[in-house]
């Protein structure tokens, strides 16, 4: 069962701007990842549902975050169908993303008053995805689907939408702010922000590093 209400994700995104996005088929090493970007100042984190036995990592994860980082929004994301996101949201997923919109998730998510984040790349698929109760829908793969600019167009004449772009791309100051400026509601990053030579070496303390710079920039590019 979730630990944080549809609206407390929600705003947690909104708030914080930036989502981490991880997956790795080590709990542990999962488990250290989470405790390093929760020390950067990060309160919400997607764990990816991209291999083999990935839902027992997670489990783990989820229970590691109950005891140790209550405070920490956990999620689970590449998430397609709604017998998945099930399994997930039992095993304490607060909220489901997926690379793609699928209606039964929707549903599903709906009706278990979890938060739905959506991958979209048109504006039939955002609408869609909008009228089945989506608030945030994720702008996915963000840069090869037209980058900034495809968030400007959209809001346009679609100004109440609300979008979270995934793979970037190049992960910079100027790049960040290149995000924000068009009317991104906050990014998706994964090994930008958790590289893989950090997470083989269990550096933590780098890891929290990474995060705190990103952070920043993520902040002084909303400030503009």
């Known amino acids: 069962m979730a630990r944080f209400t549809r609206l407390e994700t929600y705003q947690r995104i909104l708030e914080e701007g930036l ?3 991880f997956n790795h088929q080590d709990a542990k090493a999962t ?31 989820s229970q590691h975050c109950a005891k140790e980082l209550p405070s920490l929004i956990l999620g689970a994301g590449s998430i397609i169908d709604e017998a998945t996101a099930a399994i997930y949201i039992a095993r304490g997923a607060n909220f489901i993303v997926g690379p793609s919109f699928h209606e039964g998730v929707a549903r599903l998510c709906n009706r278990r008053k979890i938060a ?12 869609t995805a909008e009228e089945l109760g989506a608030e945030i829908v994720k702008f996915f793969p963000a840069r090869a689907g037209g980058g900034p600019d495809f968030i400007r167009q959209i809001l346009g004449p679609s100004p109440w939408s609300r979008l979270l772009p995934t793979s970037l791309g190049e992960v910079s100051a100027e790049a960040i702010a290149s995000w924000f400026e068009a009317g991104a509601c906050a990014i998706g990053i994964g090994r ?25 920039m993520v902040r002084r590019a909303r400030s503009k």
């Open 19 to 21: 989502l981490p996005v």
């Open 192 to 216: 930008e922000l958790m590289p893989p030579e950090f997470v083989d070496a269990a550096d933590g303390a780098a890891i929290t590093q990474r995060t705190k710079e990103i952070r920043e």
């Open 116 to 127: 739905y984040v959506p991958g979209c790349q048109t504006a039939t698929e955002i609408a």
């Open 31 to 61: 488990c250290l990842v989470a405790d390093s970007v929760a020390a950067g100042g990060v309160g919400i984190f997607e764990f990816t549902n991209r291999a083999d036995h990935a839902i027992d990592v997670f489990h783990a994860l």
